[in-house]
């Protein structure tokens, strides 16, 4: 008797060091394709679009502003820019459907990588769940980055690194190549709640923050492929990419002007991020529209 309890404490024993040396699998499961509910949530924004020199609510720094105040939207008519992808930090913010798939090695079963595809650009992504680390920082950098996630509960934790310099705002708000982004995944029935946190040393002087929101779709059986091909819209000039020299563009106050809003208030800053930003302007008479800029 005395024999067997041992036996029985000594396999307890070796079956909790066996679950806690066993990787995590996946809490729940995220897998199915997900619609976009982007159209209650900063929908001026994501739909058609933001305007020229509208900076309200992101952390900027004068160097951001200076970039943004340079962008002219007539690169998107080059045939450089002409099917450039959404990066990772902006592309859940976009259009099309969103595919989640669970890749497992062959051996333990375990999930080895998580993958998303986004229809819009066909932007497609790994995030590595084998713990394996980040590379060096001289790796190359692209749209999607280098993405590794694991499991808190039951929300998945997503770290990304090596991003190509790319934007959060479509209107010249730009990130640098030394970004970084944190994302959970939180599902809930048959909604995901997607929260993420850019971190620019460069651009920012605080994390930006956003949530975006999807919808299992379980009438779409696969996402359609997006074809893209690039061609030069405009004729420019060889050598010429579309710009604003600092302080030459026309169209930076207009957001400002035509919505009866501060000027300060327009520029951004992280302070424009907090409800407590507006008390500073309680009492002050609104600013008078101003005429329209006459064009290029």
């Known amino acids: 008797m005395k024999i067997n309890r041992i036996r029985i404490a000594g396999l307890a024993v070796m079956m909790l060091v066996l679950i806690g040396s066993t990787p995590a699998f996946a809490q729940v499961d995220l897998t199915g394709i997900w619609a976009p509910l982007g159209g209650h949530e900063d929908q001026r924004e994501r739909a058609a679009g933001p305007d020229v020199g509208d900076y309200l609510g992101l952390p900027i720094n004068d160097a951001a502003r200076m970039r943004a105040d340079t962008w002219n939207a007539s690169i998107l008519t080059m045939y450089e820019h002409g099917c450039k992808p959404h990066p990772s930090i902006y592309g859940f913010r976009g259009v099309g459907n969103l595919k989640i798939g669970y890749e497992y090695d062959p051996t333990t079963y375990n999930v080895t990588k998580i993958t998303t595809h986004i229809q819009w650009m066909e932007q497609k992504r790994e995030i590595w769940m084998d ?43 730009a990130t640098s190549d030394q970004a970084t982004h944190e994302e959970r995944f939180v599902r809930h ?108």
């Not at 060096?136 to 039951?154: K, V």
């Open 131 to 173: 713990g394996r680390p980040h590379p060096p920082a001289w790796a190359p950098h692209t749209w999607q980055g280098f993405s590794t996630g694991r499991w808190e509960g039951n929300t998945l934790l997503v770290r990304t690194t090596h991003l190509k310099a790319s934007w959060v705002r479509r209107n010249g708000v």
């Open 189 to 296: 029935g048959d909604v995901i709640t997607h929260i993420s946190l850019v971190y620019d040393p460069v651009y920012f002087t605080e994390p930006l923050m956003r949530t975006n929101g999807f919808r299992l779709n379980n009438n779409a059986v696969n996402i359609q492929p997006y074809p893209c091909y690039a061609a030069e819209e405009v004729a420019h000039a060889p050598g010429t990419v579309p710009h604003w020299l600092p302080g030459a563009s026309g169209y930076t106050k207009e957001f400002a002007t035509g919505q009866d809003l501060p000027e300060e208030a327009a520029r951004g800053g992280a302070a424009t991020m907090y409800p407590e930003f507006m008390k500073k302007f309680e009492g002050r008479p609104a600013p008078r529209p101003t005429s329209r800029s006459s064009g290029l």
